[in-house]
C-alpha cells in the first residue's frame, strides 16, 4: 500500500548543474501534480501531468525547468543549470481521477543549490 | 484569480481546547476542497476532502464545513493534544482549471501546549 514515492529526498547542486526529482504515483494514478515550496511560502503549482502527455504547465518557469511522465517509470522533475533561487521543496502529487480526485501528497524532495 | 486565505497564520492553544481554523476563497466556482497536514520538514498528509456539492466531512476528532456560496471553510478540531501540532494548509480545486490542481492557502501553524 505504498504512497506517492520521491527521490532524492535530499538533493544539493552546485549553481549550474542539473537536478532530476523523481516521482511514482500512486498505484493506480495516472495523474501526477508537482508543486514548489518556498523556504517561508506556501504550495505553488508547477505542473499537471498524465502517461505521457503535460496537460497544464502554466506554473512551471519557461527556461531550465520540464517536466515528463513516461509509458513505463516515474514521472520526472529536470532542473537545468540551477541557480540559488531554485531552492526549494518540490512536492509530487497524484490523484485517481481527473476532476474530483483527491490529491495524495509525497514525503518531497528538498533541493539546496549551493 | 482564485485567492485562498487562511486564518489566524499561527495560533497557540492549551491542549484540551477545541478549536477552529478558517479559510476562506475568491472564486465560489469549485470542485472540492481539501484540508492538509504538514508536519515540519514533512510532507501533506491529507485530512478531509469536500466535495462541492456537500456541507461537512468528519473524520475522527476533526470536523470541516464548506459554505460554497460565501466562499468559506472551517476546520474544527475538538481536544486539541500536543500531536495535532502542525501546519494546517487548505486548498480549493477551481473549475475552470485543469484535474484537480490545487490552489493553497497559507497555512495556520497550530501549536498544542501540554
Known amino acids: 500500500n505504498a504512497g506517492v514515492m520521491q527521490n532524492p529526498r535530499h538533493l544539493v547542486r552546485r549553481r549550474g548543474q542539473e537536478a532530476r526529482l523523481r516521482c511514482s504515483p500512486m498505484?493506480?494514478?495516472?495523474?501526477v501534480y508537482w508543486y514548489r515550496q518556498l523556504p517561508e511560502e506556501g504550495l505553488k503549482f508547477m505542473v499537471y501531468?498524465?502517461?505521457?502527455?503535460?496537460?497544464?504547465e502554466s506554473g512551471m518557469p519557461k527556461e531550465r525547468f520540464s517536466a515528463e511522465f513516461p509509458k513505463e517509470g516515474p514521472s520526472i522533475l529536470r532542473i537545468q543549470q540551477v541557480v540559488r533561487g531554485d531552492s526549494a521543496a518540490y512536492f509530487c502529487?497524484?490523484?485517481?481521477?481527473?476532476?474530483?480526485?483527491?490529491?495524495?501528497f509525497g514525503e518531497g524532495s528538498r533541493l539546496t543549490v549551493l | 484569480k482564485q485567492e485562498v486565505t487562511q486564518i489566524p497564520a499561527a495560533l497557540s492553544v492549551p491542549e484540551g481546547e477545541n478549536l477552529v481554523l478558517n479559510c476562506s476563497f475568491t472564486?465560489?466556482?469549485?470542485?472540492?476542497l481539501q484540508w492538509f497536514r504538514q508536519d515540519p520538514g514533512k510532507g501533506l498528509t491529507s485530512l478531509l476532502l469536500?466535495?462541492?456539492?456537500?456541507r461537512e466531512q468528519t473524520s475522527g476528532r476533526l470536523n470541516a464545513s464548506l459554505d460554497k456560496s460565501s466562499g468559506r471553510s472551517t476546520l474544527y478540531i475538538a481536544a486539541s493534544q500536543p500531536g495535532d501540532s502542525a501546519t494546517y494548509l487548505c486548498?480549493?480545486?477551481?473549475?475552470?482549471?485543469?484535474?484537480?490542481?490545487?490552489?493553497f492557502g497559507e497555512g495556520t501553524q497550530l501549536t498544542v501546549n501540554p
Open positions: 469536500i466535495q462541492s456539492s456537500q
Open positions: 486548498a480549493v480545486s477551481l473549475v475552470e482549471t485543469s484535474g484537480s490542481r490545487l490552489t
Open positions: 472564486d465560489s466556482a469549485i470542485y472540492n
Open positions: 501531468l498524465q502517461k505521457e502527455n503535460i496537460i497544464d
Open positions: 498505484k493506480g494514478h495516472s495523474h
Open positions: 502529487a497524484s490523484s485517481l481521477h481527473s476532476i474530483t480526485g483527491e490529491l495524495f
